[in-house]
């Protein structure tokens, strides 16, 4: 767990309300067309409609996702000519329970 990077893709208000909408996916979003069960990739929202809420544009909205991607917090999978991101459960529990115990 890379905890400095953890923090520092949190310090942004936009990527921490993405990865708030992406705990409960189908609260915050439309249902994803391009994804199917057999996908195997529960929970993933494409980066086109994360863009959409966050309301900024594609570049910046990508980086936000591959910042948090590289800390930890977010898993991602292409399909077809999409990509789609989910919160990496495993990650943030640990990460929970590093500011539980170290802080």
């Known amino acids: 767990m890379e905890t400095i990077l953890i923090f520092k893709a949190l ?3 936009k990527r921490l309300m993405i990865l708030e909408w992406l705990k ?8 994803q067309q391009h ?8 929970g993933g929202v494409c980066v086109g409609t994360i863009r959409e809420k966050t309301e900024l544009v594609q570049s910046v ?9 590289n800390a930890g917090l977010l898993e991602s999978k292409r399909i077809g000519k999409w ?3 989910r ?12 500011i539980q115990k170290e802080l």
């Open 61 to 69: 909205v990508s980086s936000y996702l591959n910042m948090m991607q």
């Open 35 to 42: 994804l199917t069960e057999n996908d195997h990739f529960e």
């Open 83 to 85: 990509t789609y991101y």
């Open 24 to 31: 409960n996916p189908e609260q915050h979003f439309a249902r």
């Open 11 to 13: 310090s942004n208000e």
């Open 87 to 98: 919160r990496n459960e495993k990650v943030i529990k640990e990460f929970s329970e590093y």
